[in-house]
């Protein structure tokens, strides 16, 4: 079946460095892929999204491209704040249902 | 502003009762899920719906109950028949097209006194 792989956290920077949390999947045909970000105490936001090969969904500052070679979906940002502390899950659309990774917590540090 | 309103935000239950948690969206979507987040765990899908009236389990549906009989409310039941029911639980919403994200609420947090 489908599947979403994230590499495991936590991911500790300092402010402004670069960021990349890796994501890999599973799927038969081309879904939809989207990152999602979750405070503390708080439910999922989307953060961005890619519906088709070789698309780069962006906010905030970060971005994440389809790669359908790879079957990845990397998300990266380059100078990274405290605020972005954070877990995020990378996940995928099944037909009507999300299939998420296990997420990746991001610590950044003053 | 739209948005998924979950209620309450923390809830205690003693062993062998049953308790709701509510789900209410303003954003007319048409379909409605509910997930279950355990520590350093993604989220696992419970039940799901498209359509009024009609509902789906998901992959651990196993002791929760749903019912759809308004597009803008999902509540979901915790049943006694749960046997490990503390964790965190997500309602999302999307409108029901291809490609289309999830929308969350904020979630309630379930605790066994």
């Known amino acids: 079946g489908n599947s979403v792989t994230q590499m495991e956290g936590p991911v500790t920077l300092s402010e402004e460095a670069f960021l990349t949390i890796n994501c890999t999947y599973t799927?038969?045909?081309?879904?939809?892929l989207f990152w999602y970000v979750q405070y503390p105490g708080e439910g999922l936001q989307l953060l961005l999204k890619?519906?088709?090969?070789?698309d780069k969904g962006s906010n905030k500052g970060f971005e994440a491209t389809y790669r359908k070679e790879t079957t990845s979906f990397h998300l990266e940002k380059g100078s990274v704040q405290v605020s972005d502390s954070a877990v995020y899950f990378c996940?995928?659309?099944?037909?009507?249902?999300?299939?998420f990774g296990t997420g990746t917590r991001l610590q950044v540090f003053p | 502003d739209g948005g998924i309103t979950q209620s309450p935000k923390y809830l205690f239950r003693k062993e062998g009762q049953n308790v709701t948690l509510s789900c209410e969206q303003n954003?007319?979507?048409?379909?409605m899920y509910w997930y279950r987040q355990d520590p350093g765990q993604g989220l696992r899908l419970i039940y799901y719906?498209?359509?009024?009236?009609?509902?789906q389990k998901g992959d651990i549906a196993e002791g929760y109950s749903v019912s759809r009989e308004k597009k803008e409310s999902f509540p979901l039941t915790v049943t006694s028949a749960q046997k490990n029911p503390t964790a965190f639980y997500l309602c999302?919403?999307?409108?029901?097209?291809?490609?289309?994200?999830?929308?969350f609420g904020d979630g309630t947090r379930l605790s066994i006194l």
């Open positions: 999302a919403s999307s409108i029901y097209r291809e490609g289309q994200p999830q929308h």
């Open positions: 799927a038969t045909g081309y879904p939809s």
């Open positions: 890619a519906t088709k090969a070789d």
């Open positions: 996940a995928l659309l099944d037909t009507d249902k999300l299939i």
């Open positions: 954003l007319n979507h048409d379909a």
């Open positions: 719906s498209q359509i009024v009236n009609d509902f």
